[in-house]
């Protein structure tokens, strides 16, 4: 069986479990006819030229754990950033854990996709929210065709989120080739602000793919930072596809730190429906070991005077591999649109490569766009100047490194969070240096 | 404390030091001079450990040791210090990072435990004040954007912190106004005893008024072709270097 007909197949199997005569079961089942007659991504496919997602179309999927795993919380406790009082929304293997989750919330709507989708009181927000973000490509299709789970974040207008919500992602690999689609909806009304960090993390060594959709809508003068932390293990993929619309004046900021998995997809757009707003994407990618990250971004700009701010640094070693495909779009409505992009790689050695493409389709006149992008290796001369001072070569080169990467971690508003970043950049180039000066 | 041999460098197979011999005891300072491209700073990077530069004959001894295998970090916890002619500007270490970095690591090396950190809040708030360098100065990335000045002040500052047993400045005159070549070469006058020693790289007369050389020398063409008391560098700086280039021409 193919993978189109191993999902279709699926699908008929999924119709058992969820109440098709729920409206959005329409949406599911217009999606999967969408999926069906997409073609799956591929190399032909301008965006996917540099990641191939072939050999996981060869693997036979079911797309729904048989077994429930549990976990102990002291078992996957570092995996938080537990230094911080928080909101927790986990999930293993796709299911819901309200064990591990903790949501108890006032004010503000922190729970589940499966609650959003069926329970009357939220019909409104799905109905002017859910799927209304997400382009119809193959891949979404398929998440919302399967789109079940995953979390619901519903800020109300004025609302300063009290603290963080994490949201997680367990795989435990219990089950061969299960395939997670986790689908997330956060509407942050008028005024609010809210901060979110999400990760996904395999548990074992077993294989795990998941294909994740996330919309965001921001509304007027909200603040959302959206923080995703992937560290996986080498044999955990992840296809992250997340959609934001923004409208006036709010400010919406993702930050992805790409720090390990097998094969990494950030497909990351932002829409633009207001004025005076501004979007911010940064993120590190630090990884070796044969491993793949690719950052997809767009930012479309379609009203006059807002900004966009893109900044990407990666460091490539050890035959891993990096795709940065960065495009601005301005429309000709979009005048005096700020768009800025930056993208810098470090290839530590030969056998790294990095893919690197900005495009900017500008059909406004009254803009200013930049990007830049650099490749290069480590500079042989900083590196002197600090092991003339005593600091041995591999910490030397780490500091440079975290150095090369710090315009990202500048801005990230959690401090805990920031720490722990630094500490696993750290881990990662096997140095024990602090870098929290 | 260093003793250098007979020693002949090249960079890319083109011979720049061509046969130094030069010996440094603890509580000396020396002064060398010379005229520009004459090797000066390639001399003081081959002695930090600069893998750009090869020996191809002769050898540096440091404290009895040949030190030829060894890595500029080595060189460094082993107390040789460089304050380079054209500092690198690091964007995104600050200097305070960057300093609590490299003596933690020398530390570490040198077998030592980590310094608390309180004691280096205090080591770090004397010798900036020792230098007359602003706080605020240290929260800065490391030598970005620094004037010139600055990062030469910044480098003498940093000979404070890590203490060293053998200091060569190449040309950290340069760039200081008056007021500040007063407060450096104070600063290194200050950290002069009767176990270390100092190698100036200096054009100016000027600067060894206040660091007072032992011995001058002269490097011209990629030798030390003359040396002397400090009056060496009086009559240098009244006559230029042409008189010697005579004496030496082949
Ligand atoms: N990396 C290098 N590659 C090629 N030539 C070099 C290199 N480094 C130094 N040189 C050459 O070696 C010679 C000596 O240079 P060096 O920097 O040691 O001179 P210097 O005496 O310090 O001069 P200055 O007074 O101008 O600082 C010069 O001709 C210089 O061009
Ligand atoms: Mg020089």
Same mark, same amino acid.
């Given at each position: ?140 299709? *398929? ?42 909806l ?8 809210v ?22 809508f ?27 619309s ?139 100047? *600090?092991?003339?001072r ?8 780490a ?30 180039l ?8 | ?42 001399l ?10 090869e ?30 002619? /054209? ?13 609590k970095?490299?003596?933690n ?80 070469a ?23 008024? /206040?660091?007072?050389?032992? /011995? ?15 009056e ?12 010697i ?6």
């Open positions: 069986m193919d993978f189109k007909e191993n999902m279709i197949s699926s699908f008929m199997a999924f119709e058992d479990h969820v109440d098709v005569e729920n409206p959005i079961h329409d949406i599911r089942t217009e999606a999967i006819k969408q999926f069906e007659k997409e073609h799956l991504p591929s190399k032909k496919n301008e965006f996917w030229k540099y990641t191939s997602l072939n050999p996981y179309f060869k693997k036979q999927y079911s797309v729904y754990p048989k077994l429930e795993s549990a976990l102990e919380f002291k078992d996957v406790k570092k995996y938080f950033i537990h230094e911080i009082d928080s909101y927790k929304i986990v999930f293993v293997d796709g299911v819901y854990s309200s064990y591990l989750s903790q949501t108890t919330h006032e004010g503000l709507d922190v729970c589940l996709m499966s609650a959003a989708l069926t329970k009357p009181k939220y019909r409104l927000v799905i109905e002017n929210y859910f799927n209304k973000v997400a382009p119809k490509d193959s891949l979404n299709s *398929l998440n919302t065709a399967f789109s079940r789970e995953g979390a619901f974040i519903n800020i109300p207008k004025g609302k300063v989120v009290d603290k963080p919500i994490q949201i997680l992602h367990f795989s435990t690999g219990n089950e061969a080739n299960l395939l997670v689609q986790p689908r997330n956060i509407v942050a009304g008028e005024n609010s602000h901060q979110i960090i999400e990760r996904h993390q395999s548990l074992t060594d077993n294989e795990v793919l998941t294909n994740g959709v996330t919309e965001i921001a509304k007027k003068r909200a603040i959302v930072d959206y923080y995703k932390i992937q560290n996986d293990r080498l044999n955990a993929s992840l296809i992250d596809n997340t959609f934001i923004q409208k006036e004046q709010s400010h919406v900021s993702v930050h992805t730190f790409s720090l390990g998995g097998k094969l990494t997809r950030n497909n990351l757009q932002f829409f633009h429906e207001g004025e005076r707003l501004d979007s911010t994407l940064k993120g590190i990618t630090l990884i070796g070991d044969k491993q793949h990250v690719d950052h997809s971004t767009l930012v479309h700009h379609a009203q006059p005077n807002c900004e966009s701010h893109q900044d990407y640094k990666g460091i490539y070693a050890d035959h891993s591999t990096g795709v940065f495909n960065g495009r601005i779009i301005v429309e000709k409505e979009a005048q005096k649109t700020n768009g800025f992009q930056q993208n810098n790689n470090i290839l530590i050695d030969d056998t790294a490569t990095i893919n690197a493409k900005p495009q900017l389709e500008i059909f406004a006149d009254d803009v200013k766009c930049s990007h830049g992008c650099t490749i290069g290796q480590l500079d042989d001369e900083a590196l002197l100047y *600090l092991r003339s005593g600091i041995p070569k591999k910490e030397a080169t500091l440079l490194m975290y150095a090369f990467s710090n315009s990202v971690l500048d801005s990230v508003k959690i401090p805990e969070l920031k720490n722990r970043i630094n500490k696993l950049i750290a881990m990662k096997g140095v024990s240096l602090g870098f929290d000066l | 404390m260093l003793k250098i041999e007979n020693l002949h460098a090249s960079v890319e197979d083109k011979e720049i030091l061509k046969g130094i011999n030069l010996e440094v005891k603890p509580g000396e300072v020396h002064a060398i001079m010379g005229p520009n491209g004459s090797g000066k700073s390639t003081s990077s081959v002695i930090a450990g600069n893998e750009d530069f020996i191809t004959k002769g050898a540096i001894y440091y404290e009895g040791e040949n030190i030829e295998e060894l890595a500029p970090e080595e060189r460094a916890h082993k107390g040789i210090f460089l304050s380079f002619q /054209y500092p690198v500007e690091i964007p995104g270490v600050s200097v305070t990072n960057f300093m970095t490299a003596i690591e020398t530390r570490k090396a040198r077998g030592m435990e980590e310094m608390r950190a309180n004691e280096m809040l205090k080591q770090i708030r004397e010798k900036a004040e020792m230098l007359d360098i602003d706080r605020k100065f240290l929260s800065r990335s490391l030598n970005e954007g620094f004037s010139g000045g600055e990062k030469k002040r910044n480098e003498i500052f940093q000979m404070a912190m890590l203490d060293p047993k053998l200091a060569i400045l190449d040309e950290t005159d340069s760039g200081l106004d008056i007021d500040a070549l007063k407060i450096v104070n600063g290194v006058n200050r950290l002069k005893r009767a176990d270390n020693a100092v190698v100036v790289i200096t054009h100016y007369q000027r600067l060894l008024e /206040y660091i007072v050389p032992d /011995y001058v020398h002269v490097l011209l063409n990629g030798k030390i072709v003359k040396s002397g008391g400090k060496l560098a009086l009559q240098l700086e009244e006559k230029g270097y042409d008189w280039k005579q004496e030496h021409a082949v």
